[in-house]
Nanobody, 123 residues
Framework: RLVESGGGLVQPGGSLRLSCALSGGNFRYYAIAWFRQAPGKEREGISCSSADGRVVYSDSVKGRFTISRDNDKSTVFLQVNSLSPEDTAMYYC???????????????????WGQGAQVTVSS
């Protein structure tokens, strides 16, 4: 089970830290990804953390968002900085257990999904 937290309303230029906590299973084997979906738009994969710690970012968030993981807390974090209204969306985390040494994929399929956390950027 995945649970996101940390969403909210923030002014343009502001920051948030989203969390995705996994319960059940050995977190160290999981690849975790963040997706977002804005109203009327397709879901977009924005970042992922491989089981071995390697990370991937989409071009739309590279340099502004940072993904990290704490295996002891079974949690992945997404630090989102320099937010603009275009970042307004529901943010979801997703998990899968890929073969060992596989680089995570923000376009890939994931088996488990959280309920989402709303991020709204507005003045």
């Amino acid at each position: 089970r995945l649970v996101e937290s940390g969403g909210g309303l923030v002014q343009p230029g502001g920051s948030l830290r989203l969390s995705c906590a996994l319960s059940g299973g050995n977190f160290r084997y999981y690849a975790i990804a963040w997706f977002r979906q804005a109203p009327g738009k397709e879901r977009e994969g924005i970042s992922c953390s491989s089981a071995d710690g390697r990370v991937v970012y989409s071009d739309s968030v590279k340099g502004r968002f940072t993904i990290s993981r704490d295996n002891d807390k079974s949690t992945v974090f997404l630090q989102v900085n320099s937010l603009s209204p275009e970042d307004t969306a529901m943010y979801y985390c997703a998990a899968s257990i890929p073969p060992a040494f596989t680089l995570c994929n923000i376009d890939g399929e994931y088996d488990w999904w959280g309920q989402g956390a709303q991020v709204t950027v507005s003045s």
